[in-house]
T-cell receptor, first 114, second 112 residues
Framework: EPEVTQTPSHQVTQMGQEVILRCVPI?????FYWYRQILGQKVEFLVSFYNNEISEKSEIFDDQFSVERPDGSNFTLKIRSTKLEDSAMYFC????????????FGAGTRLSVL | RKEVEQDPGPFNVPEGATVAFNCTYS??????FFWYRQDCRKEPKLLMS???SGNEDGRFTAQLNRASQYISLLIRDSKLSDSATYLCVVNLDTSGTYKYIFGTGTRLKVLA
């Protein structure tokens, strides 16, 4: 069964460093998402991406965050200068154009900012 | 008011018990509704979609009341393996973007 894959599974970084979290969505999916879950808190929407541009972003997704689809398969989330409070699980999700209701989630990347 | 509200629990129940979780949502424009299951430090996994007519999948029954903006999940004959956090999720369409809004989750522990 096709799945969304995320790498790395765990990323440790120093405060102020840049990180790139990678996702490979399911191949025929056209809509891509990033969600974040701080330990002990709820899963929160960060950003949605379609047709090579951001379609919606939350107030969490400030200028420190960016997304891109550099090569037609990968979908990346970059945090320019990490803060301690960026420590969280980051989940990528994707869906087809037709099935608007069903998103498929990757296993997540745990980001630890020290 | 929170967009999606759930009792965080924990619900500690013995094996074989029936347990019910409730959820309310605030945005009447919500399009579709789900229960997801999340194990510790793992990704959310779809348990079932929720429909107004009610739907059942084995020991799990879900119900949606659009008028009251209320969603429920009933688990019958609880198993140890049902121990997890159950997330109420609504799919909200804002300007053509369908995004998931998650509740905080209800933690279930099934005891031997």
């Amino acid at each position: 069964e096709p799945e969304v894959t995320q790498t790395p599974s765990h990323q440790v970084t120093q405060m102020g460093q840049e990180v790139i979290l990678r996702c490979v969505p399911i191949s025929n999916h056209l809509y891509f998402y990033w969600y974040r879950q701080i330990l002990g808190q709820k899963v929160e929407f960060l950003v949605s991406f379609y047709n090579n541009e951001i379609s919606e972003k939350s107030e969490i997704f400030d200028d420190q965050f960016s997304v891109e689809r550099p090569d037609g398969s990968n979908f990346t989330l970059k945090i320019r200068s990490t803060k301690l409070e960026d420590s969280a699980m980051y989940f990528c999700a994707s869906r087809t154009e037709a099935a608007k209701n069903i998103q498929y989630f990757g296993a997540g990347t745990r980001l630890s900012v020290l | 008011r929170k967009e999606v509200e759930q009792d965080p629990g924990p619900f500690n129940v013995p094996e074989g018990a029936t347990v019910a979780f409730n959820c309310t949502y605030s945005n009447s424009a919500s399009q579709s509704f789900f229960w997801y299951r999340q194990d510790c430090r793992k990704e959310p996994k779809l348990l079932m979609s929720v429909y107004s007519s009610g739907n059942e999948d084995g020991r799990f029954t879900a119900q949606l009341n659009r008028a009251s903006q209320y969603i429920s999940l009933l688990i019958r004959d609880s198993k140890l393996s049902d121990s997890a956090t159950y997330l109420c999720v609504v799919n909200l369409d804002t300007s053509g973007t369908y995004k998931y809004i998650f509740g905080t989750g209800t933690r279930l522990k099934v005891l031997a």
